[in-house]
């Protein structure tokens, strides 16, 4: 008897499921914002002073009766199907330019045109999905309170989750690389570059402790693909709260609180407001490690990642200038933006950083040590890094032959300015 009585309960949610499952089918998410767009579109025809009366009531007859259908756009080359235009019907219509989403205008739609381009290859997110949860994914959860845990992640099978609004222009260096040139559309991406580079408050580029694409130090982790490393990666490896359970947690941590994920961190704390965080954080989302999304097996092709992958054996001598003829008030500047972090503000060995190395950074204003060293060894530890003259392996190359972004005139400026710190004063042998 208990026997039949399960078996009749589970009879009853097997049927449950299956008419569940029918509805769901017949009645799909997508239909209803179909559905509603095609009521919005006919009062707003209704309403446009543009259009003759005697048209409205046609063009309204035939809005209305337009059939429910799932829209694609297939673009063969990147390998995307992009079902998006499902449910954002009116990204290209400009009666929308003020209606609520999903429906409301894309601001720039004719800029890549859908046809060409799709939507993913921008917003990222599953092209192919017709659920907002499983087209959004992460970006929904992450604007609420409940964590994305990842077996759902791997549920749903995608790689690329929804990228944030707020750093949209991360995607734009998937073709338009800002290591090559300006991209003035994306003055976010170009803004934390240049922040990247050495503009902040510290007069410090990242690539002082970092590698970026094969240039840099070797004190902190390789930011090369930190973009794909990070993407999607949820819930966050950081350890303070909120952190932990933020998209791009670590990340976020790691710019605001960098001892908080590693209490030995160097890092300083860069003091960034909402905006330079926001363009850092773009800049950074922006480095991948190949531009497989795009062009599949083909790796980013920059001028520096090219320098940096020919190996370097010998410094090359130096064929032109000097420190007689170079710019003091230039080297000083080149000093400032790349080599204060570990030898600091005065040269004498004393930058934030350099308390976690060993062996420590020269001290530049010692004259009795700097004074013994000639012009030719000192550039070409500048010049190639501090290995090519028996020097410490952590003293990275500067010159664009070690695949730097010095040139050959920046390193005798540079030097210039060095030997300007020496006490007691540096006198050249004549």
């Not at 995307?80 to 400009?94: F, L, P, S």
């Not at 549920?155 to 090559?180: F, S, T, V």
Request: glycine residues 8%; charged residues 20%.
């Amino acid at each position: 008897m208990a026997v039949n009585k399960w078996f009749a309960v589970s009879n009853v949610i097997l049927i449950v499921a299956f008419l569940y499952t029918a509805y769901i089918e017949q009645f799909p998410e997508w239909r209803k914002y179909q559905k509603e767009y095609y009521q919005m579109f006919a009062e707003k025809i209704e309403k446009d002073p543009k259009i003759p009366p005697e048209q409205k009531s046609e063009q309204r007859r035939k809005i209305l009766a337009s059939p429910l259908a799932i829209q694609q756009y297939w673009v063969p080359q990147w390998d995307k199907a992009d079902r998006c235009t499902t449910c954002h019907m009116g990204v290209e219509n400009d009666l929308f330019a003020d209606a609520p989403q999903p429906f409301k205008m894309h601001p720039h739609p004719f800029q890549h045109p859908f046809r060409e381009f799709g939507c993913t290859i921008c917003h990222e997110g599953q092209g192919r999905a017709t659920t907002a949860e499983r087209a959004h994914g992460l970006e929904i959860k992450a604007l609420g309170t409940e964590a994305f845990a990842e077996h759902r992640m791997k549920e749903i099978g995608w790689e690329r989750p929804m990228l944030p609004q707020k750093y949209i222009q991360a995607a734009c260096a998937k073709c338009h690389n800002p290591d090559e040139g300006d991209v003035p559309e994306a003055p976010l991406l170009m803004a934390g570059k240049k922040i990247i580079d050495g503009e902040n408050m510290l007069r410090m580029p990242c690539v002082t402790c970092h590698t970026i694409k094969g240039v840099g130090g070797k004190l902190a982790p390789d930011l090369t693909d930190v973009g794909s490393r990070q993407y999607n990666e949820f819930p966050s490896h950081a350890v303070g709260e909120p952190y932990k359970h933020m998209r791009f947690g670590y990340l976020v941590e790691s710019l605001k609180n960098p001892q908080a994920n590693d209490p030995n961190s160097i890092m300083p704390n860069f003091g960034f407001n909402d905006e330079q965080f926001t363009q850092v954080m773009t800049y950074l989302l922006s480095l991948q490690s190949t531009r497989g999304l795009i062009l599949p097996n083909v790796p980013f092709k920059t001028a520096k990642a090219e320098v940096s992958a020919k190996p370097a054996a010998a410094s090359p001598a130096p064929l032109t200038g000097g420190v007689a003829t170079a710019s003091v008030d230039n080297g000083k500047k080149l000093y400032e933006a790349n080599c204060t972090a570990c030898h600091g503000m005065g040269g004498k060995g004393d930058g934030p950083a350099a308390i976690a190395l060993t062996p420590k950074p020269a001290d530049h204003s010692d004259g009795n040590y700097m004074n013994a060293r000639n012009d030719a060894d000192l550039f070409k530890v500048i010049n190639m890094g501090g290995m090519a003259a028996g020097k410490s392996a952590l003293m990275p190359g500067w010159g664009v032959p070690a695949g730097g972004k010095l040139s050959e005139q920046d390193v005798w400026d540079l030097l210039a300015y060095v030997r300007s710190l020496a006490v007691p004063p540096y006198k050249p042998t004549q």
